[in-house]
């Protein structure tokens, strides 16, 4: 098999379908955010799932509500040329606690999200495994509180 078909094979095998893919940025700007952020989005949809933006970063993940938008093929269409992240970033304190994390967690439950992508430093990783680690404990807290299961 050639390599030309093996990557073509790999693309036919990704599927997407009922899953919701997040993507946050966190820590401070840098060249290349929101090229990420744009792939992101773009080979999700590719593959037939649903993707959000979260604005300001995990400050966004902890506080829900508009921070969390849907992110559409156009919405990220003239993204390359801007500085920065467009979709912003924010240090978080609250997410460094149980009950950010937890807070965090509900949100993404709340819109479905079943993937998170974070882009950023060795800070926000440190974050993100945490929050892997701690993920299956936090999703039975919320269904014991009754608040996380839909």
Do not use: P
């Not at 700007?29 to 080979?43: K, S, Y």
């Not at 993937?115 to 999703?139: H, K, P, Q, Y």
């Amino acid at each position: 098999m050639s390599q030309s078909d093996s990557k073509k094979r790999f693309f036919e095998n990704l599927s997407g379908a009922g899953k919701a893919i997040a993507v946050l940025t966190s820590g401070g700007d840098a060249q290349g955010m929101n090229a990420a952020v744009r792939a992101v989005v773009r080979m999700g949809l590719y593959v037939g799932a649903k993707v959000y933006f979260i604005h300001e970063g995990y400050q966004g993940m902890v506080d829900g509500g508009d921070n969390i938008r849907e992110a559409t093929w156009e919405s990220v269409s003239s993204m390359l040329q801007v500085g920065g992240t467009v979709i912003g970033s924010a240090r978080c304190k609250d997410f460094r606690s149980h009950e950010g994390r937890l807070k965090a967690a509900h949100n993404l439950v709340q819109h479905g999200i079943t993937n998170l992508c974070v882009i950023g430093g060795d800070g926000s990783l440190t974050g993100a495994n945490l929050f892997r680690e701690e993920w299956s404990g936090l999703l039975t807290e919320l269904v014991e509180q009754g608040s996380g299961a839909q």
